[in-house]
């Protein structure tokens, strides 16, 4: 049975989730819950009722989180029912591959060159984009360099014993 703290963190992982990613919040809520509920794989109708959701509501999150590698649906042989437990992919950290900020600037620049010789105004945005975009594919390798040696700090510390490597 979920506790009154583990139902509050879902409903604010819920809240986080569409404020920032805009998926749904009944998506954030089965994210939540299942980085703190025990045991951490459920069934979809089990995290229907403690989630107090119907169990279509479950499903359709679970089929757009597994899309996003946030969680993972198995079946033991001989069960009936799948079980849904955070993926642990999920905790390996998003945005730091380089070539998307490259496309991003080449996009940019395209757009750019439908523009043309428009005034220096009606391209700000895209010569922006173009430079982000150039900026953020040179940081970012290094920053997740930067975070890989943090974490393996915390591991060793025994601070963060767990997660993917």
Do not use: N
Not at 1 to 17: N, P
Not at 42 to 65: D, F, H, N, Y
Request: proline letters at 5%.
């Amino acid at each position: 049975m979920a506790t009154e703290a583990q139902l509050v963190f879902a409903d604010h992982a819920g809240r986080y989730y569409a404020r920032q990613y805009s998926i749904p919040p009944v998506a954030g809520r089965v994210l939540g819950y299942l980085a703190v509920c025990d045991p951490p794989q459920q069934t979809i109708a089990e995290l229907a009722e403690t989630l107090l959701a119907s169990r279509s509501a479950i499903t359709g999150a679970v089929k757009l989180l597994e899309s996003y590698h946030g969680v993972r649906r198995e079946r033991a042989a001989g069960d009936r029912v799948d079980k849904v437990s955070l993926d642990p992919a999920a905790l390996e950290p998003q945005g730091f591959d380089a070539a998307a900020y490259k496309e991003l600037a080449a996009l940019a620049r395209e757009g750019l060159g439908v523009l043309g010789d428009a005034p220096t105004g009606r391209r700000a945005v895209l010569e922006e984009v173009a430079a982000l975009g150039d900026f953020l594919a040179e940081k970012m390798p290094a920053v997740y360099a930067e975070w890989r040696a943090y974490r393996e700090t915390l591991r060793s510390s025994g601070e963060g014993k767990e997660g993917p490597s």
